[in-house]
């Protein structure tokens, strides 16, 4: 695995390697299980063509790649990269009564340092990983890089919600009951007061399609659930200059 040379990346590392054995089960409680419909949105988009070769980056314990591998048809295979070896553990343990599971794999590593061939993937998908990663450009240029030309890139992640009155209550609940939710459940309240930080934080969803767009992707649409709380970024890479 590559090294994480900061140390952000070496904290993140760590809290996800402590929360993952509760990571699943809260995951639904504070979505209300939301997520999965919203997982399943993004593989729809990112399935677009026969016996596909897909990376998941940031596959965490391999709940997008479990569901995307359960409507993979053919010789298709999925890979999910992660930098936690405790998420990774998890996922690999499921792999034999996951749906599938013989078409998925899973290797550790950094997506900013991506340990693939050029244009090795039919398509790229991540979710709620865009937040902990310290530098999206390098990111975004790595999911770039191993896409095939026509190749999609699908996100989801969580972002401040417009202003409304749902913002309102969003923010009850997000920055004040879901840290205390974190240390119940999980006794690691820090990390889910990270979380519901690294939300508050982050950059809107418009700044995001604009790092695509320098990175070399095309197309590249924003779909927004929740008043925004959580959006979906597909782009697509081009197809090569004859």
């Known amino acids: 695995m590559a090294a994480l040379d900061k140390p952000r990346d070496r904290a993140i590392q ?24 919203w997982r399943r949105r993004a593989i729809k988009e ?32 999925i890979v999910g990269l992660d930098f936690s070896l405790e998420m990774l553990k998890l996922a690999r343990s499921k792999q034999n009564r996951a749906k599938n599971g013989a078409k998925t794999c899973f290797i550790q590593g950094s ?16 979710a709620f990983v865009l937040r902990n990663v310290s530098d999206l450009s390098l990111f975004f240029a790595h999911a770039f890089r191993v896409l095939k030309s ?7 992640d ?3 919600p417009g202003k409304t009155w749902f913002s309102t209550l969003y ?9 205390w939710i974190g240390g119940l459940l999980a006794h690691d309240r820090g990390a889910y007061m990270y979380l519901a930080k690294s939300v508050e934080s982050f950059h809107p969803p418009e ?12 197309q ?14 597909v782009a697509e890479k081009p197809h090569a200059s004859p």
């Open 14 to 37: 760590a809290m996800f390697d402590r929360i993952a054995a509760r990571y699943d089960i809260l995951n639904r409680i504070i979505s209300f299980r939301l997520d999965n419909t």
């Open 46 to 77: 990112v399935l677009k063509s026969n016996d596909p070769f897909i990376l998941d980056l940031g596959a965490g314990t391999g709940d997008l790649t479990f569901a995307a591998a359960k409507q993979i048809k053919g010789s298709g295979r």
């Open 111 to 126: 997506a900013t340092f991506a340990p693939f061939k050029d244009g090795a993937f039919d398509g790229v998908m991540t």
């Open 150 to 156: 026509g190749g999609r890139f699908v996100s989801l």
């Open 158 to 160: 969580m972002f401040p």
């Open 171 to 179: 923010t009850l609940y997000f920055y004040r009951l879901v840290p």
């Open 207 to 218: 700044r995001i399609a604009e790092l695509l767009q320098e990175a070399g992707f095309r």
């Open 220 to 233: 590249v649409n924003i779909r927004k659930f929740l008043n925004g709380a959580v959006c979906m970024h």
